[in-house]
């Protein structure tokens, strides 16, 4: 895409994912190794080995683009990392305070929610669409209340609860 602004006359530099993106790699090492101490580091150090190049044009992608973070291998699965380490909760944009979203591919994305934080799971093509400025929408669903009078005999758990209301 840059090389098409360039061609165009415009400034490259200005393709960029609109908001923070953040390509966490997981799942992606195999195991050779396994009954020894070291293992990981061995099984990392052949996963860098043998995708040498792919790790070099996502290295470059992180130094070229704003906004991106790469998490190499090894680091955890995407929903782990984005609950530890990448969340913030709450934007602070001189002064402004927005709430975080997530737009994710990995099947455990809406874990996201147990923070405050509103999350979707989308295929891997919409979520580069919404890197480069596309809109994500939601269908909102009719909401259905109950209010819940009295107390609960003490062997009920909150799940049978919600299990009975749900038949």
Known sequence: MRDVVQKLGGDPERVNPLCPADLVIDHSVQVDFS???DA???NLDLEFE?????FEFLKWGA?????MTIVPPGSGICHQVNLEYLARVVFNNNGV???DSLVGADSHTTMINGLGIVGWGVGGIE???VMLGQTISMVLPQVVGYKLIGKMNPM????????????
């Open 97 to 99: 305070l927005y709430p």
């Open 63 to 67: 130094k070229s683009f704003k906004n």
């Open 35 to 37: 009954t020894s101490s």
């Open 156 to 167: 009920v758990t909150s799940t049978d609860v919600v299990l009975t209301i749900t038949k």
């Open 50 to 54: 043998r995708n040498k190049e792919r």
């Open 40 to 42: 990981l580091e061995k």
């Open 127 to 129: 979520a580069e669409a």
